[in-house]
């Protein structure tokens, strides 16, 4: 009874699981022929239902990631890839995974890994024009790549010592600028002091000026006070009688006559000393 259950039990499910794959072929179909007709959101849905029923169907995978490259969802078709890299195929099949892994990369720029993709679909089939061409493809793209990262950094080097000297710059503008301030200011402080010097000097001057001024002015007052003074002298009238004033006159003709009489002595006395020659 046991025994028979069993095989009931046993006979039950292999004829499920072969109905499950049955099921499972029949949505790889759909889903093939929806990718012929290029509606592959329509293929994606038939992989994924025939993966429901048989979740280990390499074709399904495959399928499904080729419907999913097709999309332009390459990470997810990426994914996919990977995972059937790692799949007991043959070589040839292996050599078509990494070649639809390699286009994935190259079409979301990862340049090196679709380099090493495209490598390893030849290391299983050395004779695929395609993969040779995507390969070389993938290598110029590379190379490019690096060319303009390298240059990038260069760029990048270039700015930041561009940054630096003018950094240096706007420190020496700044140490110039405040000892030009400095060197201005001490020149202000100078031409203020030496104009005020010259103010100084000039208030002096004018100061001296003022009080020269003020001396001649009281000069000219004490000669104002003379001479009103001899002029009030001047004014006043002699007190002298006639008779004085004629004596006084008659000595002075007296005297003169005095006078000339020397001087004719003298004179005489004078022409009788002069030698002959």
């Known amino acids: 009874m046991t025994k028979i259950s069993i095989f009931v039990a046993l ?23 929806s990718y ?12 994924r239902k025939s993966l429901e029923k048989d ?19 390459y990470q997810e078709a990426m994914d996919k890839y990977k995972e059937l890299s790692g799949e007991n195929f043959s070589k040839r099949e292996l050599s078509k995974v990494f070649h639809n892994l390699g286009n994935s990369l ?10 090493d993709a495209y490598i390893n679909a030849l290391k299983n089939n050395p004779k695929d024009e395609d993969t040779k061409y995507n390969l070389a493809y993938a290598q ?8 303009q990262d390298k240059n990038k950094d260069k760029n990048k080097d270039n700015k930041d010592k561009d940054d630096k000297n003018k950094d240096k710059q706007d420190q020496n503008k700044d140490k110039d600028g405040d000892k030009n301030k400095d060197k201005d200011g001490q020149n202000k402080d100078d031409q203020n002091k030496d104009q005020q010097d010259k103010d100084n000097k000039q208030g ?3 100061k001296d000026k003022q009080n020269d001024k003020k001396d001649g002015k009281d000069g000219q007052q004490d000669e104002n006070k003379t001479g009103d003074k001899d002029q009030a002298e001047s004014g006043q009238k002699p007190k002298i009688s006639k008779q004085d004033a004629e ?19 003298l004179k005489s006395k004078s022409n009788k000393t002069e030698k002959n020659w």
């Open 247 to 265: 004596r006084i006159l008659q000595a002075m003709m007296n005297d003169e006559k005095e006078l000339q009489k020397k001087l004719r002595k």
């Open 36 to 47: 012929k007709s290029n509606n592959y959101k329509d293929a994606e849905i038939d992989y």
């Open 11 to 33: 006979f039950i499910f292999i004829g499920s699981t072969a109905f499950s794959k049955e099921e499972a072929s029949k949505f790889i179909y759909n889903g093939n022929n």
């Open 55 to 73: 979740p280990n169907s390499s074709i399904a995978k495959y399928n499904l990631a080729n419907s999913l490259y097709k999309q332009g969802n």
């Open 140 to 147: 110029e793209m590379l190379r490019k790549q690096e060319q």
């Open 204 to 206: 002096d001057k004018d």
């Open 106 to 115: 190259l079409e979301d720029k990862k340049y090196k890994e679709s380099v």
